[in-house]
């Protein structure tokens, strides 16, 4: 098996700053509940007040466990902050990491994103990196080349190994909460420009890596996007936030 087939979709929830700890067990009970097909992997990232009580659920079952955030060093004096060490004890797998809206709204830089992934790698925690351009970057024709600096600066420094184990979220900003998306072969085009960009580094980090899109992801819309050489999966927003609509996205995965 090579290319799309030797990928295992992945379909992440990133619930944002949404559910209680009451009602992230109920969203997650619901989704236990629900009809969701092996070879997919499903990832949910509650926030982080929620991590302890939706892992205890999770354990032994399908579902996967990520954050949506976390510090680089181990520990210190980093007031509200949260380590790769506090979040492996929970046992989380994935971590959500230069998220636009951190971006944008926390001054989260393409340095701080390296160290972070770094940091997540260290832990044997899998991120899940965030990239994508504005409307204004798009209208400017430099969606290009913001995605590869984007990537490229990242990825700094990682071993084959490491690369090989990273996930990469393409987010067109205009298309987050927006109800607007990319269709499915612009968002290909740039899904195969992040793995080439990774595959100067390392050709089989390449071709292994999975790329994922993100962006008014919903069940109606999904089909698009999964249907696409080099997209294995979508990093879903509102719609993760509902059982019945997430569940649709992961059964609409397996193509
Ligand atoms: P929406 O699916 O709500 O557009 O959010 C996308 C997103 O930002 C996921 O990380």
């Known amino acids: 098996m090579e290319g799309k087939q030797a990928r295992t979709p992945l379909i992440a929830g990133n619930w944002k700053m949404h559910k209680t700890v009451a009602e992230a067990v109920e ?11 092996a070879p997919v992997e499903v990832l949910v ?10 892992a205890k659920i999770v354990a032994g079952t399908k579902i ?3 954050a949506q955030n976390l510090h680089w060093e181990k ?23 230069g998220h636009s809206e951190r971006r944008q ?10 160290r972070k992934v770094k940091a997540a790698l260290e832990h044997g925690i899998k991120p ?28 700094a420094g990682l071993s084959a190994a490491e690369l090989a ?3 990469i979220a393409y987010e067109p900003i205009w298309a987050i909460g927006t109800g607007k998306t990319a269709d499915g072969p612009e968002a290909n085009r740039i899904g195969r420009l992040i793995r080439e960009t990774i595959a100067a580094v390392d050709r089989a980090a390449g071709e292994v890596v999975r790329i994922l899109y993100g962006g008014s992801v919903k069940p109606e819309n999904f089909a698009e996007f999964a249907a ?24 609409v995965a397996v193509v």
Not at 105 to 114: L, P, Q
Not at 137 to 152: D, F, Y
Request: charged share 20%; glycine share 10%; net charge negative.
């Open 128 to 155: 899940i990196i965030c990239v994508g351009e504005s409307l204004a970057e798009r209208e400017a024709g430099v969606t290009e080349e913001l995605i590869q600096r984007q990537v490229r600066a990242a990825i």
């Open 75 to 97: 520990q210190g004096a980093y007031t509200g902050e949260v380590s790769p060490v506090m979040l492996a004890e929970l046992g989380c797998e994935y971590v959500i990491i």
């Open 228 to 251: 696409q050489s080099d997209i294995d999966g979508a990093l879903v927003g509102g719609a993760s936030l509902k059982a019945d609509q997430f569940a649709a996205i992961v059964r």
């Open 64 to 66: 996967k466990l990520g």
């Open 165 to 167: 184990s990273i996930v």
């Open 45 to 54: 990232c509650p926030p982080f007040t929620a991590l302890s009580e939706v």
């Open 105 to 114: 709204y926390f001054g989260e830089t393409d340095e701080a994103v390296n």
């Open 27 to 37: 969203l997650v009970e619901g989704l236990l509940k629900a009809d969701l097909p």
